[in-house]
């Protein structure tokens, strides 16, 4: 049981590098897409690939694993009956594909060819909230259906 424990602190841990940086780039982004001048939009590229490959990227990757972790030191037995957790896993599913999204604007950015203007960003932005709340809901509360 200690380890269990110590496993789901380090998962939080994890998670919350990982959305630190999910919260953090989209920031970025809207700062980026409003730079005109070439040094700034140098500085950001960097910026964003240091904070995707540095510490998001890695966040997310530790924070699946240990979940991972987490999941099959309780078992299978009870995975099958803990239908929060798989409303939460669904809800891991759209971060996952967030953060890969993020990683294609990354790229694109990178490449000089972002066509969106900083609004779309700053509404970009706000998406891991709700995945934030719906997911920390159901871990506290773990509803039975």
Known sequence: M???????AFHVIFMVTWFAGLFYLPRLFVYHAMTE????IARFKIMERK???????PGGLLTLASG????GLRGTEWFAHAHWLHAKLTLVALLVGYHA????????????????????????????????VGAV???ILQPTW
């Open 2 to 8: 200690r380890m269990y424990l110590w496993i789901k």
């Open 37 to 40: 001048e070439a040094a700034g």
């Open 51 to 57: 904070l995707y490959r540095g510490i998001t990227t």
């Open 68 to 71: 991972a972790w987490l999941i």
């Open 101 to 132: 999204y993020l990683g294609q604007l990354v790229k694109r950015f990178a490449d000089d060819r972002n066509t969106r203007g900083h609004v779309y960003y700053r509404w970009l932005n706000e998406a891991p909230v709700l995945v934030l």
């Open 137 to 139: 809901l159901l871990v």
